[in-house]
């Protein structure tokens, strides 16, 4: 029974790590720019999509390819901060919203166009299986669990310790002041696109050697996403890991204990739970309300 | 005056359709553009007039649709009771759903909805027994005939049922009409504008917030209702996330918080995916980029954006016009 709790805790972590680097994204966005970017999950699926081009097609290593969708992500993201958001940025935040369906529609289509409807499983290589006091650890799902923490902590030490870390941190704290400082907003908006689609390529590289890429996939991603967010508080970066890990914990539990098609009922449960306890969400400690 | 006249000729276009135009096809959207115009009124109440996006209206069809369904089905109810249970049906869900969810705000509130949508999916879809997952649930009766003076009426002929959802729309657009233009309406706009300031004027926001959204959504499951009856075939499908979003769009589209707005959103957002019938995959670009398109420019929605163009024609004509708009 315990050696059932930890194995389902091990792989509770490895989908709620993955949720952390969707929501991560998010987070960062809906902290500078107040957007709810509901195209976030495909456009990891797109990165998802790339990198099996670049290692099926031009015969990349895979983390090269993964490099490489990344940068190519970076790039997309800062495409649709420019055409598509940067024009509504003063209209009321429902725009920024419909703007973000529409962008779904766009590039959730554009996948199935380049990419075809087959489902694809990114091929890693990473067969082995560890067995540790009967826990039995895939060796793709340790290393899943070892790049999402690499990222993060990566992502960490660019908000914490960097110049351009510092003023996003600004920005999202008191725009207007972060304005008067001399803070260029724009560069900002842009460096945060680049970044968080970034991280969301690497979650949807993730779910591919993981799970599958296939069309649809992206939904179900984009809002276990915005599920973590509720649970550990629009804006905030600690409540995105810790929120994301809650996630995959419970839902891991919820699917081997009560029953696997009821799993992401009983996560949307969770998080209706903490918004009638805890409104502003686990790791906030101001009510915004 | 021109008001009048121009809700005259819709009227009497609406009621020459069938006649005017006899493809069975095109009575078919008719009818279908007319449910969504229900669903998307709805949305309108919460999302135009009280400023909360839900993204569960497709959820709340499909509770109405289900209910409405079942009860005729296999509790043996007339359709007609059934039709009219259904919106109450919905309501009390939504009373349950709504009372934790607009405790919060925003961003927030839009996010729980959507949540919420998938549940009800998840729900359909899964609980076999009784909804018959994703298969569907066939043989669903049509409303029973009525007779008006010796002539009986079939609800199994199409034209029929489009004169009845035509109906079930005037009498939701007479209902939400009135209900904007009372004082609870004028509190809702309140809350739309300023939530803190009207809360700070001694309105118990919460109780208005919660009926606009059980409003809403048993508009929704009133829609859901005629839609059952109609097709007599449902599945989980029409009621997925997706639809919801088409009812947001068809309020955007059209012009939120305005009476007729959702009306031509929820027209165009019928017709349109069929007259660009090039590919489905490219369909649903091009409606993504034009969606795009319509929200950087033209904000407000279509109808206040032609109000707006007729208006400052007529003024150039005589100047007095602007008032009468």
């Known amino acids: 029974m315990l050696v059932d709790l930890i194995q389902q805790l091990f792989n509770g972590l490895v989908i709620g790590s993955i949720y952390t680097l969707v929501a991560l994204g ?34 990349f290593g895979l983390f090269p390819s993964m490099a490489a969708a990344m940068a190519v992500g970076a790039l997309l993201g800062v495409g649709l901060e420019r055409i598509a958001y940067y024009p509504v940025r003063n209209a009321p935040p429902i725009n920024a919203f419909i703007i973000a369906l529409g962008l779904t529609l766009i590039i959730e289509k554009s996948n199935l166009i380049l990419f075809g409807v087959d489902q694809i ?18 060796e793709l799902r340790v290393y899943i669990l070892a790049i999402a923490a690499v990222l993060v902590i990566g992502l960490t030490i660019l908000i914490q310790r960097t110049w351009m870390g510092m003023a996003v941190r600004a920005v999202a704290q008191n725009r207007p002041a972060a304005v008067l400082m001399g803070i260029n907003v724009n560069a900002v908006s842009m460096f ?33 996403g915005f599920a973590v967010l509720i649970l550990g508080g629009l804006g905030s970066i600690p409540g995105a890991i810790v929120g994301g890990l809650v996630l995959g914990v419970s839902e891991t539990f919820a699917s081997a204990f009560i029953s ?30 | ?30 009818v279908l553009a007319i449910i969504w115009m229900i669903v998307a009124q709805g949305t309108n109440v919460i999302q135009g007039y009280t400023g909360y996006v839900s993204i569960a209206q497709g959820g709340f069809m499909g509770i109405g649709a289900y209910s409405s369904a079942l009860l005729s089905l296999d509790a043996g109810f007339p359709v007609w009771i059934a039709m009219l249970v259904a919106p109450l049906a919905t309501a009390v869900a939504a009373i349950i759903a709504g009372y934790p969810s607009l405790r919060v705000k925003g961003h927030y509130f839009a ?34 005939p009525i007779s008006i003076g010796g002539l009986e009426i079939s609800f199994e002929r199409r034209v029929n049922y ?11 657009m007479l209902l939400v009409t009135a209900v904007v233009r009372s004082r609870v309406g004028l509190v809702l706009q309140a809350i739309r504008q300023n939530e803190t300031f009207a809360e700070a004027a001694g ?9 606009s959204f059980v409003f809403s959504a048993s508009l929704a499951g009133f829609a859901g209702a005629l839609y059952a009856h109609y097709l007599s075939f449902i599945s989980p499908a029409p009621f997925s996330v997706d639809h919801s979003l088409n009812a947001i769009l068809a309020v955007i589209l059209g012009g939120s918080g305005t009476l007729a707005g959702p009306l031509v959103g929820a027209a165009l957002t019928t017709a349109l995916p069929e007259m660009l019938r090039i590919a489905e995959t490219f369909r649903l670009i091009i409606y993504g980029v034009g969606l795009v398109l319509v929200v950087i420019f033209l904000p407000r929605g279509l109808v206040p954006w032609v109000a707006d163009l007729v208006g400052r024609f007529a003024g150039r004509r005589k100047d007095a016009g602007a008032e009468n708009r």
């Open chain 1, 121 to 138: 499983i990114i091929p890693t290589g990473f067969t082995r299986v560890f067995n540790v006091g009967g826990v039995t650890l895939p």
């Open chain 2, 203 to 211: 309105v118990a926001c919460w109780r208005y917030k919660l009926f």
């Open chain 2, 1 to 30: 005056m021109s008001r009048i006249v121009l809700l005259a000729a819709v009227a009497a276009a609406a009621l020459a359709f069938p006649h005017l135009v006899t493809a069975n096809y095109f009575i078919h959207l008719a």
């Open chain 1, 26 to 59: 998010l987070t960062i966005i809906f902290g500078i720019l107040g957007i709810a970017h509901f195209a976030h999950g495909s456009v990891a699926m797109f990165g998802g999509y790339i990198t099996y081009f670049f290692i099926a097609s031009l015969g």
């Open chain 2, 111 to 144: 996010i729980v909805t959507l949540a919420m949508n998938m549940v009800i999916f998840i729900v359909l879809v899964n609980w076999i027994p009784v909804t018959g997952g994703e298969a569907g649930t066939s043989g669903i009766p049509a409303p029973e």
């Open chain 2, 162 to 172: 489009y004169y009845l959802v035509l109906v079930a729309l005037a009498l939701v």
């Open chain 1, 260 to 289: 696997s098609a009821y799993k992401d009922v009983i996560a949307f449960l969770l998080m209706i739970g903490v918004l009638l306890v805890k409104p502003e969400g686990l790791m906030r400690r101001s009510a915004a309300r």
């Open chain 1, 192 to 224: 945060v696109f680049a970044l968080s689609s970034a991280l969301g390529v690497a979650a949807g590289v993730l779910v591919g050697a993981l799970f599958a890429i296939a069309p649809g996939v992206s939904g179900g991603l984009v809002v276990k």
